[in-house]
């Protein structure tokens, strides 16, 4: 065979392979992605309104259970009062969670904390009902119920629920403790606890210190010891940077403890509503607590603007799904980068946070985090002050054009990697 029929046979395949190349690609590309992504369901769309008010005491009272309930008419009567509205429109879907029958959460913690072995917790995945994160009026309106959550609720017909003292009405409400604002839909099928969060500046509220308490106990790396201008919340120091492990878990979980407090309310709800499905939210200190929570008892959670809560999750041994904390997790934190708590860097002196005398040293959240990058969309600075909930509502949520950010977790993440914890 002469060179120029070699030539020319090599012309035609090599056109050929150039005509073919950019169909196949394509082909490959469609189906592709429809392998990597099918159409987002619509979801169910259900109005839920305020039901009722929860409050339970921490640190004086901490068996004090209360419990307001509403009536269309007293909502309305609330409303007109407040000026806000508590009835919001979700969208909901099916998914899938993981439940474990083989240990309690309490068996795992004990075992843990105690023998400092980690039970086989036997996951399964079941299916449940989710809210739709990636849908903006319903993310929108899981953030007015946490703005929600920071009203105050009248202090008449209050149902005494637990121990009873000699208290004021108002006793328990204002001062101390943890309250939740529960929503549901017609049926109360579906149930929302929204936590309230924390109550920061001078006028903020009674409920200020007690605040301030958990936030340094709970997102500091070793008891707000931040330097010798300080004041710690517990004795766990041993020296320079050095912490006592045992003593920072035993300090979290006492019985006083916001979680622990949260925790109860969230079981008194579940007695209350056994057949109904019940998420979490919350802004805040409110948002960790429901993360906290949720962890605990493998319930969908919408957190918005909460400060790191991997770390107190570790310190009280709370059991998780494999591969802990991303696995099949339903919890998803929603923050902006302008959040200097959100992101983690609201420390350090000159901080408005150490002004403040608030030790937010974590950064690492549970679950997944949805970031809306307002630094780079809308030029904001990083500041303290913009991670008010009005402000998430108002200034990110209501006038948002774009996308929603991905859903992501945060793999590469370490909380107070310059301190020691060592067993003493």
């Known amino acids: 065979m002469s060179i120029r029929i070699l030539i020319f046979l090599s012309g035609i395949l090599f056109l050929k392979f150039i005509l073919i190349i950019p169909t196949w690609a394509e082909e490959f590309a469609e189906s592709g992605d429809s392998m990597r992504s099918s159409p987002e369901p619509i979801g169910e769309l259900r109005t839920v309104t305020l039901k009722h008010v929860y409050h339970h005491g921490s640190s004086r009272f901490p068996k004090l259970l209360r419990r307001k309930d509403f009536t269309e008419v007293s909502l309305r009567a609330q409303e007109l009062e407040t000026g806000e509205s508590f009835t919001h429109a979700i969208r909901i879907i099916n998914g899938t969670s993981v439940s474990s029958s083989r240990h309690t959460v309490e068996e795992f913690r004990q075992k843990s904390q105690n023998d400092h072995v980690s039970l086989i917790m036997d996951w399964k995945d079941k299916g449940i009902r989710l809210p739709k994160i990636r849908d903006l009026e319903t993310l929108t309106n899981f953030a007015k119920m946490t703005y929600n959550a920071y009203t105050e609720i009248g202090n008449e017909d209050w149902y005494d629920l637990g121990d009873r003292y000699r208290v004021n009405d108002s006793f328990g409400w204002d001062k101390d403790g943890i309250r939740g604002h529960v929503f549901g839909d017609a049926n109360n099928e579906i149930l929302i606890i929204s936590l309230k969060g924390t109550s920061m500046g001078f006028g903020a509220g009674p409920t200020v210190p007690n605040d301030k308490l958990n936030d340094n106990l709970l997102f500091s790396c070793c008891c707000?010891?931040?330097?010798?201008?300080?004041?710690?919340?517990?004795?766990?120091?041993?020296?320079?940077?050095?912490?006592?492990?045992?003593?920072?878990?035993?300090?979290?979980?006492?019985?006083?403890?916001?979680?622990?407090?949260?925790?109860?309310?969230?079981?008194?709800?579940?007695?209350?509503?056994?057949?109904?499905?019940?998420?979490?939210?919350?802004?805040?200190?409110?948002?960790?607590?429901?993360?906290?929570?949720?962890?605990?008892?493998?319930?969908?959670?919408?957190?918005?603007?909460?400060?790191?809560?991997?770390?107190?999750?570790?310190?009280?041994?709370?059991?998780?799904?494999?591969?802990?904390?991303?696995?099949?997790?339903?919890?998803?934190?929603?923050?902006?980068?302008?959040?200097?708590?959100?992101?983690?860097?609201?420390?350090?002196?000159?901080?408005?946070?150490?002004?403040?005398?608030?030790?937010?040293?974590?950064?690492?959240?549970?679950?997944?985090a949805m970031l809306f990058d307002v630094v780079e969309k809308f030029n904001w600075r990083i500041d303290v002050r913009t991670h008010r909930i009005k402000d998430v509502i108002e200034r990110i949520l209501n006038i948002w054009e774009w996308e929603l950010p991905k859903l992501e977790p945060e793999f590469e993440c370490e909380d107070c990697g310059y301190w020691n914890f060592i067993d003493v």
Request: glycine share 10%; aromatic share 10%; hydrophobic share 35%.
């Open 224 to 368: 707000a010891n931040v330097d010798r201008t300080w004041t710690p919340v517990c004795k766990c120091r041993i020296e320079s940077d050095r912490c006592d492990k045992a003593c920072l878990e035993k300090t979290v979980d006492l019985e006083e403890s916001y979680y622990n407090v949260a925790r109860r309310l969230f079981e008194r709800v579940s007695e209350d509503f056994p057949k109904a499905q019940i998420w979490l939210t919350g802004h805040s200190l409110g948002g960790a607590l429901s993360a906290l929570v949720g962890n605990t008892f493998g319930v969908p959670v919408v957190a918005f603007e909460s400060p790191g809560e991997r770390l107190p999750a570790q310190r009280l041994h709370l059991p998780g799904p494999p591969a802990l904390p991303y696995h099949k997790m339903n919890i998803w934190h929603i923050g902006h980068s302008a959040d200097p708590i959100y992101m983690g860097v609201c420390n350090g002196l000159g901080s408005s946070c150490y002004i403040g005398g608030y030790a937010m040293e974590t950064k690492c959240h549970l679950g997944f």
